[in-house]
């Protein structure tokens, strides 16, 4: 059988990268057979770096580092790029061009999933960085799909919530219970289902404890690079 694709995993946040890295290890067995999974790259630049370039709303700073991750990880043999983090998408128009590979968009995958799904409004989560910005609207309009966004207040408070815990792997239940109550603010403005659009996110909510259905957009871009890479294999 010929080999599965290399996955090149462009790291931002820990947290959330180990979940994505963690998935496709744990998953590609039902695609690949007992034990096994696609051949994994992962690079890494500071977050400090990522979070500075945020602060001064520098995108083209934010993609020089996605492309020096992505240059890295072509070196080291990846075939295709995904990016576990869905803030540093804001700088994906200007990665994309430059890349010396193809990549997985993770807002792409979160749309193609709401409409298999069945989803027509959904509630964004994440970062007041990617709450603010066209990541998923512009992904989910071209899909017909309407959406929401947070309060400025419920954006605040995500924000710092991501960012002083949930990245650093601190979880408390009244971090969980004030993601709820967003959700639940956003089942009542009409929504369908909720964007985990924080790659750490999932690591609190899930459909078990959230009041709408959730895309969790970690997984789900785990799932997708697993299908791209084990197609390579069977064809």
Partial sequence: M??????????????????????I??????????HAHPEVSLHSLSLADY?????????????????TSAR????????????PDNTIHSAFSRVAASSPLPWLHIADVVASEAVARGYCKLGITGTRWLVSS???????????????????????????????ELVNGVFRPQTVARFQQVIHGMKQRGCDAVVLGCTEIPL???????????????????????RRAATHASN
Avoid: Q, W
């Fill in 134 to 164: 066209e990541v998923y609207p512009e992904k989910l309009r071209a899909r017909g799909l309407e959406y929401v966004r947070p309060t400025d207040t419920e954006r605040d408070d995500m924000g710092r919530l991501i960012m002083d």
């Fill in 204 to 226: 609190i909510i899930d459909d078990k404890n959230s009041p709408l259905p959730t895309l969790d957009s970690t997984r789900l871009l785990a799932r997708a690079a697993l």
């Fill in 72 to 83: 890295k990880l072509a070196a080291a043999g990846a075939d295709f790029l995904i990016c």
């Fill in 25 to 34: 290890c744990a998953e590609g067995a039902a695609l690949l057979g007992p």
């Fill in 2 to 23: 010929p080999t599965p694709l290399h996955i090149g995993i462009v790291a931002c946040s820990a947290e959330g990268a180990a979940l994505c890295y963690r998935t």
């Fill in 51 to 67: 979070v500075a370039c945020l602060e001064a709303n520098d995108l083209d700073g934010v993609a020089n580092l996605m492309l």
